[in-house]
């Protein structure tokens, strides 16, 4: 237990320096050497001569000499502690004419050998195992000592007497585990320091008559205090308490690694209730037996700040109430008792001067001060970790705290039940910390008016819902470690001017954050699962037109979530186009191509008649497909011409001049049943001899044509036989166009053929006859055989 305590105490000590030497080290041209636990066993060799702050603390050295530090001119900071160093000769350091810290601390040192160190300011010998005192004469010309740290088992007063002129801020003294305490009480009197720091021997109930009450002192720190011997209290420290109250420069007291009973607990409370010490802390207690003493004088105190933190008790075997009754009606302004297990609290019987309480890490319920109206001066409330459940009764226990400005009930198991109590904070609170609870969405139904700093970190907040009463006075809000899924604008916290939302469900954080929050000086939202889709850029926009300290963490803590291609890539370099992203842009530009393309195709089609263009093409192209797939040598043998030409009278000339002439001069060979007649037979028979002899039929379609009864039936024939053959070999020439109406409705085929527009238009313009000419020809071009070559073929 004592060993557990002390080194508690230790670690305390080690902390303190290495804050001192951060705070010095803050020098830019310090250059730091750190070998601590490396396992050295001697001073290192290859130390760079300039190095002004060397740390070999914590390893094996046993010995320390002038060679080994020599050339370390440059030295300003030299840290030894923990080591195994026995002697010093002090004079191994005359060529650090620098050297201004120098830590012994915790070694094994047993005797010094002198030399003056005129610079040294921080000298640390504590912790070691000298009997006497280590003060050298030389110690008296070290003019610039603020710090010495001594330890022994023994002194006498006249070995203080080099340094007793010196005005030295702190004096750690030590004594060590064999101290018996035999020195006149009086040896430190003469001492001129501000601040005394003596660690009795451990383990040791506490028999020393060393009067610890300097005039000069202003601060007194005691460790190691046991007194759980007899029944009389703790005489000797009874004595040395009484002895405080004639000291009225003394204005702080720390007592640690205390170990006594709950009488004798309160008693130093009481004790010291009656000196000038205004701020007082206790660290680290252990208590048991009862508790006896009841009636505390509180009258007449200087005490402004009582500190209690770490107590550890017995099973309690007297009623609780008296400690919580003794506490609470404190006449102080400041009360911290944390980590005691406390269980409960009760309220002051009158108008308490609290201002100042701080309950943290307890055991306190939600009854602490249930109904309470006495608190009405307090200003700062801490039940951090505590076992505090259900927020409606904190706050209604607030309700009468009316000067109230700070309220911590975080680490608790705090959740909020609509339905259950009302909601009415004290006017007065400004800063609420509610993190690290079991809170959900519906703390925003409940939350103090005038609220300026809100800390709801680490809850169950999924949302926060729309329509809570706006907060104006809202400046900082810290929602972090929550299920948030959406970033909130600054609709209903008009003022706020920090919000920390990092490590949410956030995945598409809107853009008008920025616009709806304008008086945003710092967003911490990193650690969010973004969601890189085109939705993000504008929130990244955003972030790119607010001054860069705005935004917290950016950019390594704004990473892409999704998509699976994304995921890692941080925001900043996460780029989409404009257009995949606008729809109305997309939009615009689908309709404006669009229209280009129309109009384009307009102009084809009026000036340059693209359609039939087209049409003629696709004939063209339909043509050579069936060409290719009639069976053409069955064909071969039976045809003498290529068309036979069926037209009305009225259209002969057209024939004549143009179809006739423009067909035969390709070796296209045309059956006219006027021309080609074979006399003997009837007309009929005539066309349709000619009509078997020809490979297709062309029809020169024109209103004069639909007139002629004949052209009807040489139609006809020529439609049968196609069925017949299977093969499409007929050929429909538009020679001038012919209304659908006009056509005679009995003739069905030839409306049907003309609704299929399966026919060839003659161009009236010249420029494109060329191409109508091509493409009859190629419709009609086959390869006829002459009869010799038929039968050698057919012989083969
Ligand atoms: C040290 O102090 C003594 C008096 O205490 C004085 O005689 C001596 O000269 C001083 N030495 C140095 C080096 O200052
Ligand atoms: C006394 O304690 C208070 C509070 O801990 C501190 O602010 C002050 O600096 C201390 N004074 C001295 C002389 O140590
Ligand atoms: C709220 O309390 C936690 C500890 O529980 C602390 O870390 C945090 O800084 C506090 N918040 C504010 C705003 O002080
Ligand atoms: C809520 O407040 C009203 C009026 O202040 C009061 O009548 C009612 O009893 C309260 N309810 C609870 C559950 O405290």
């Given at each position: 237990m004592t060993k557990m305590k002390s080194g508690i105490f230790h670690f305390a000590t080690i902390f303190i320096l290495t804050l001192e030497i951060r705070i010095q080290l803050s020098d830019e041209s310090e250059f730091l050497v750190d070998r601590s636990?490396?396992?050295?066993?001697?001073?290192?060799?290859?130390?760079?001569?300039?190095?002004t702050v060397l740390d070999i603390s914590q390893n094996s050295i046993s010995e320390l000499q002038a060679p080994d530090i020599l050339s370390l001119s440059k030295l300003k900071i030299l840290i030894l502690s923990?080591?195994?160093?026995?002697?010093?000769?002090?004079?191994?350091?005359?060529?650090?004419?620098?050297?201004?810290y120098l830590d012994l601390s915790h070694n094994k040192l047993e005797q010094i050998s002198c030399h003056p160190i005129l610079n040294l300011k921080h000298l640390d010998l504590s912790f070691n195992a000298f009997d006497a005192l280590p003060i050298c004469q030389e110690f008296g010309n070290m003019s610039q000592l603020q710090f010495l740290g001594l330890s022994a088992t023994q002194f006498q007063k006249r070995s203080l007497l080099p340094i007793a002129h010196m005005h030295i801020n702190k004096v750690l003294l030590v004594l060590g585990d064999t101290y018996g305490g035999k020195e006149d009480p009086e040896s430190l009197q003469d001492l001129n320091i501000q601040s005394l720091h003596i660690v009795f021997p451990t383990g040791k109930e506490f028999h020393f008559t060393l009067d610890v009450s300097l005039s000069t002192a202003v601060s007194l720190e005691l460790s190691n205090i046991k007194c759980v011997l007899g029944d009389d209290g703790c005489p000797y420290f009874h004595n040395v308490l009484s002895k405080l109250q004639k000291n009225s420069r003394l204005s702080n007291l720390t007592l640690n690694n205390i170990e006594t009973t709950w009488n004798f607990f309160i008693m130093i409370l009481q004790l010291v209730w009656h000196t000038s010490i205004e701020y007082f802390s206790i660290s680290n207690v252990k208590l048991q037996g009862h508790l006896g003493f009841r009636d505390f004088d509180y009258s007449d105190t200087s005490l402004k700040v009582l500190s209690i933190h770490q107590v550890v008790t017995d099973v309690f075997g007297f009623p609780q109430s008296y400690i919580y009754e003794i506490f609470s009606n404190m006449n102080i302004q400041h009360l911290a008792v944390s980590a005691t297990h406390m269980v409960h609290m009760v309220c002051p019987s009158q108008i308490s001067p609290f201002l100042y309480l701080d309950f943290s890490n307890n055991v306190l319920t939600d009854m602490v001060f249930k109904n309470c109206g006495n608190l009405i001066n307090l200003e700062t409330f801490s039940l951090q970790m505590n076992q505090l459940k259900e927020l409606a009764i904190i706050v209604h226990m607030t309700k009468t705290m009316t000067s109230l400005q700070q309220l911590d009930v975080s680490q608790n198991s705090l959740r909020y039940d609509e339905n259950e109590g009302n909601c009415s904070w004290t006017r007065s609170l400004l800063s609420l910390n509610m993190s690290s609870n079991i809170l959900s969405d519906s703390v925003f139904r409940c939350l103090p008016p005038r609220v300026k700093v809100l800390d709801l970190h680490n809850n169950r907040i999924r949302s926060i819902p729309k329509d809570v009463t706006s907060l104006e006075a809202l400046q900082e809000l810290n929602v972090a470690f929550n299920f948030l899924v959406h970033l909130p604008g600054c609709g209903t916290f008009s003022s706020l001017s920090v919000l920390i939302i990092d490590y949410n469900s956030i995945s598409n954080p809107s853009a008008d954050f920025f616009q709806s929050c304008q008086k945003i000086r710092s967003l911490k939202a990193g650690n969010n699962p973004f969601q890189c889709t085109c939705e993000l850029r504008d929130f990244i926009q955003g972030i790119g037109q607010v001054p860069s300290e705005v935004v917290e963490d950016w950019p390594d803590s704004y990473k892409c979530d999704y998509p699976e291609s994304y995921k890692g890539t941080p925001l900043k370099d996460f780029h989409v186009s404009q257009l995949s992203c606008n729809t109305a842009l997309l939009i615009v530009t689908i309709g404006v191509t669009g229209l280009l393309v129309a109009v384009t195709v307009t102009v084809l089609c009026i000036y340059l008649d693209l359609p039939w263009y087209l049409r003629m093409l696709c004939q063209w192209t339909q043509t050579r497909h069936r060409a290719r797939n009639v069976p053409l040598a069955e064909l071969q043998r039976t045809l003498q011409f290529h068309a036979f030409i069926s037209y009305s009278g009225h259209d002969s000339s057209w024939v004549k001049s143009e179809l006739l002439p423009n067909l035969e001069k390709e070796d296209i060979k045309i059956c006219l049943h006027e021309r080609d007649f074979v006399p003997g037979k009837s007309i009929m028979e005539n066309i349709i001899n000619c009509i078997e002899k020809s490979y297709k039929s062309i029809f020169v379609l024109s209103p004069n044509f639909v007139q002629s009864e004949w052209c009807h039936y040489e139609l006809y024939f020529a439609h049968h036989n196609l069925f017949h053959e299977g093969s499409n070999n007929l050929i429909l020439i538009l020679l001038d166009p012919i209304p659908q109406y006009s056509i005679p409705n009995s003739y069905h085929k030839l409306k049907a053929l003309m609704a299929q527009r399966t026919y060839l238009e003659w161009p009236?313009?010249?420029?494109?006859r060329g191409l109508f000419w091509a493409n009859l020809r190629a419709s009609i071009n086959i390869k006829l055989m002459e009869k010799s070559k038929e039968l050698s073929y057919t012989q083969i």
């Open positions: 636990k490396t396992g050295l066993i001697c001073v290192p060799k290859d130390i760079p001569l300039k190095t923990h080591n195994r160093i026995q002697y010093l000769d002090i004079s191994v350091f005359k060529f650090n004419q620098e050297l201004e009236k313009e010249n420029s494109k």
